[in-house]
C-alpha cells in the first residue's frame, strides 16, 4: 500500500491525471480533537461514525445550511430554508412512479382483497417466493452469539475481519490488494455515493450509462456536477458506444470519471473481455479513473461471463485506475441489510491514493453548503463542528457553565445572535457527551424560549436520552417544545447503540417535531 507522500511523483505523461483532482469537501474534513474531554468523547463516540445516526445528523444540516436567510418571517409563522443541495437531489424516476402509485389501490380498497405486487425496485426478498441465504442468516447469528465485541464500535471504514474478507474477494494474481484500499459503506448505493462525492466538485463532469441507473445522475447533480449520458448500443448487447464515448471527450472538460455498470442495470448485458479492454483503453487515453458498479456481478447465467473490470485493468498493465463498488444484497437477497464496499484497485502511478483518502473521510461525515451559521455547545461531541466545516459553514460554540451543571450560557447565546447573521440551527445534546449533564424542563424551556425568539430550530442530539440515572430526569426538547404551544420546530436525532449496547449496529432515526 502506498503512502499518501508517494502519490503521483513526477512521472512524465504518466503524471497527468487531472481527472482524479480530489473534490473540494473532503480536504476540508478535519477532527478538531484538541482537548481532553473530546479525547473522552473520541473513546466513546467517535472510535467510528455511525452510518445510519450520524449520517442523519449530516441529512439535518444539509436540510439547514445553504441560502442566504432574506427577510424576517412573521411572528405567526416561519419556514426553515432548505439547502440548494438538498434542493438539487431529485431522482429522476421518482415523479415517473409516484404519478403510478396514486392510481394503485391496496387489497383493502380492492373487492378481491388483493394486494398489488411492486416490481418497481425488483426486490427479490419483498415476498416469500425468494428466501435470504441460508449461509448469510447464518453467518449473522453466529456473529452475534458468538463474538462479544460484533456489537461494538466499528472503525469508521468496516471491521478489519469484513474489509479483509473483501479485499481477498476483489484481488487477483495480477493484482493483490489489501484491507487499506476497501471502505465498508452503506450498500453499494451508499458506497457509490461515497465515491462520487469524492470525485466531483460543483462545475466538473460524469460520463454515465444511458439507459442506465438513475443514482448516478442523481449523486452528481447533488453535488452541483453535470452528467453526460453516453450511449448504449441495443444491436450490439447494449456495449458501451466507443464513438459516441470519444466524441464527448472531443467536446468537453473537466470531466473526471466514466461510470461502467456491469452487469447492467436495466438492460441485463454481460460485457465481454474484449468490450471491457477497449473501455479501459479509452480510459487510459484520457485519463479517467473507471467507477465500476459490479452489483450484479457474481449473478449471471451461462454463457455469459462476468469479468471484474479491475482484473481486466491489471491484466493489461494497471495503467488505469479501478474503484468497484459492489455489495451482498444481490447474490444473497438481503438488500435490506445495506452492505455494500468500495474496492481501489489503483494503477501503476498511485493515481487514486488522494480518491481513496478522501473517501475514507467522507466515511466519517458527508456534505454541508458553505457559508451558513450552526451553534453548537462547548465542551461538546466534536462531530458537529466537523460536519459544518467540512463543507465550508460555520460553527460558534456557545459556552455550558461548569457551576451551574453544565446548562447552556443564555447570555452567551443572546450576545451571539446579536452578533452573528445567517445562523441556522442550534445543536442541544442532552444528555450531554462529554459532561453528563442533564437538562432540566426549566432549562429546556429557556431553551425553545430563546430558539422561538430567534426562528432558529433546534437539533437536539438525544441519543443517551434512556440511560439517566436518578434522581437525573430526561426530558425530550420535542415534548417540553409541544407543551409551550409547538412554536419551535424541533428534529431528535436519537438511535439504539447506547440503550442497547450495541453502537456497531450502527441504527439512529430522525424524527421531525414541526410546528
Known amino acids: 500500500m502506498p503512502s499518501p507522500t508517494s502519490v503521483v511523483a513526477n512521472r512524465g505523461e504518466h503524471h497527468r491525471v487531472a ?13 478538531h480533537n484538541h ?74 380498497q380492492r373487492a378481491d382483497g388483493k394486494d398489488p405486487i411492486s416490481l418497481a425496485q425488483c426486490d427479490p426478498a419483498a415476498s416469500s417466493a425468494l428466501k435470504p441465504c441460508n449461509a448469510a442468516l447464518d453467518a449473522v447469528a453466529r456473529a452475534l452469539r458468538e463474538r462479544h465485541h460484533s456489537a461494538s464500535y466499528l472503525n469508521a471504514s468496516g471491521s478489519p475481519e469484513a474489509r479483509v474478507a473483501v479485499a481477498h474477494h476483489h484481488s487477483y494474481h495480477e493484482h493483490i490488494i489489501g484491507a487499506d484500499n476497501i471502505v465498508i459503506a452503506n450498500g453499494c448505493s451508499g458506497a457509490l455515493q461515497l465515491a462520487l462525492d469524492t470525485l466531483l466538485d460543483p462545475g466538473t463532469t460524469v460520463l454515465v450509462p444511458h439507459p442506465g441507473f438513475p443514482l448516478y445522475q442523481m449523486i452528481a447533480e447533488s453535488n452541483g456536477a453535470k ?25 468537453s472538460t ?63 498493465g494497471r495503467q488505469v485506475p479501478v474503484i468497484t463498488a459492489s455489495g451482498i444484497s444481490k447474490q444473497f437477497l438481503v438488500p435490506g441489510w445495506r452492505v455494500g464496499w468500495l474496492a481501489f484497485h ?19 461525515d458527508t456534505l454541508l453548503d458553505p457559508g451558513t451559521t450552526v451553534l453548537v455547545p462547548h465542551p461538546g461531541f466534536p462531530l458537529y463542528q466537523m460536519i459544518a466545516e467540512s463543507n465550508g459553514a460555520k460553527v460558534i460554540e456557545y459556552h455550558l457553565l461548569q457551576d451551574r451543571n453544565w446548562e447552556c450560557d443564555m447570555d452567551h ?24 449533564a442533564v437538562f432540566s424542563e426549566y432549562h429546556l424551556k429557556q431553551i425553545v424560549s430563546f430558539a422561538a425568539k430567534h426562528h432558529l430550530p433546534i437539533v437536539s442530539d438525544e441519543i443517551y436520552g434512556e440511560i439517566t440515572f436518578a434522581p ?14 409547538r412554536q419551535v420546530p424541533v428534529i431528535t436525532a436519537s438511535g439504539i447503540s447506547k440503550q442497547f449496547l450495541v453502537p456497531g449496529w450502527r441504527v439512529g432515526w430522525l424524527a421531525f417535531h414541526d410546528k
Open 35 to 108: 482537548h481532553s474531554h473530546q479525547q473522552h468523547q473520541q473513546h466513546h463516540r467517535s472510535q467510528a461514525t455511525n452510518h445510519n445516526y450520524y449520517y442523519t445528523q449530516q441529512q439535518v444540516f444539509q436540510g439547514l445550511h445553504s441560502q442566504q436567510h432574506g427577510s424576517q418571517a412573521q411572528e405567526t409563522g416561519w419556514e426553515c430554508p432548505a439547502s440548494e443541495k438538498s434542493k438539487r437531489t431529485i431522482n429522476p424516476v421518482r415523479p415517473i412512479i409516484d404519478s403510478i402509485l396514486k392510481d394503485i389501490k391496496m387489497g383493502y
Open 346 to 364: 489503483d494503477n501503476n502511478y498511485n493515481s487514486l491514493q488522494g480518491i481513496q483518502d478522501g473517501v475514507k473521510r467522507l466515511a466519517l
Open 19 to 31: 481527472p482524479l483532482k480530489l473534490s473540494e469537501q473532503p480536504s476540508q474534513l478535519h477532527n
Open 413 to 436: 447565546l443572546e450576545s451571539i445572535m446579536a452578533s452573528s447573521t445567517n445562523v441556522r440551527a442550534i445543536i442541544i445534546n442532552n444528555p450531554s457527551n462529554p459532561t453528563g
Open 254 to 316: 473537466n470531466v473526471r470519471a466514466i461510470i461502467i455498470n456491469n452487469p447492467s442495470n436495466p438492460t441485463g448485458a454481460v460485457f465481454s473481455e474484449y468490450h471491457l479492454k477497449q473501455i479501459v483503453s479509452f480510459a487510459a487515453k484520457h485519463h479517467l479513473p473507471i467507477v465500476s458498479d459490479e452489483i450484479y456481478g457474481e449473478i449471471t447465467f451461462a454463457p455469459h461471463k462476468f469479468h471484474p473490470m479491475a482484473l481486466v485493468a491489471a491484466k493489461m
Open 227 to 251: 452528467v453526460i449520458e453516453y450511449h448504449l448500443l441495443q444491436d450490439r448487447n447494449w456495449e458501451c458506444d466507443m464513438d459516441h464515448l470519444e466524441s464527448i471527450m472531443a467536446s
Open 472 to 485: 437525573h430526569k430526561f426530558h425530550p426538547m420535542a415534548l417540553v417544545a409541544a407543551k409551550m404551544g
